[in-house]
Nanobody, 125 residues
Framework: QVQLVESGGGLVQAEGSLRLSCAAS????????VGWFRQAPGKEREFVAR????????TYADSVKGRFTISRNNAANTVYLQMNGLKPDDTGVYYC??????????????????WGQGTQVTVSS
């Protein structure tokens, strides 16, 4: 079992920045690739970013590429999502997730084994 807890969400103006954190506990954190997803009101949850177990391979949704950066600190059992140049369309609940399998193309919800409870990000125009 892996427990994930997100933090760092909040209200920010357009073009602002936020850094989300996801603290992991339970099984060895670096046995898992990690991902960030988000869900806007009335929409399906969507993939945002993914980082491999070692941190050497990253994948981003086209909508956030160049603005968001995923990183991880395996010693601290934490994954981060640095979000710059935020837009109102980035508003939603952000979730981190852990995946016990490799593959940079793994960007579907069902491929992830463990999920956090989410943190709200609201971007005002």
């Amino acid at each position: 079992q892996v427990q994930l807890v997100e933090s760092g969400g909040g209200l920010v103006q357009a073009e602002g920045s936020l850094r989300l954190s996801c603290a992991a506990s339970g099984r060895t954190f670096n046995d898992y690739a990690v991902g960030w997803f988000r869900q806007a009101p009335g929409k399906e949850r969507e993939f945002v970013a993914r980082m491999s177990r070692s941190g050497t391979v990253t994948t981003y949704a086209d909508s956030v590429k160049g603005r968001f950066t995923i990183s991880r600190n395996n010693a601290a059992n934490t994954v981060y999502l640095q979000m710059n140049g935020l837009k109102p369309d980035d508003t939603g609940v952000y979730y981190c997730a852990a995946d016990g399998r490799s593959g940079s193309g793994r960007r579907y919800e069902y491929q992830y084994d463990y999920w956090g409870q989410g943190t709200q990000v609201t971007v005002s125009s």
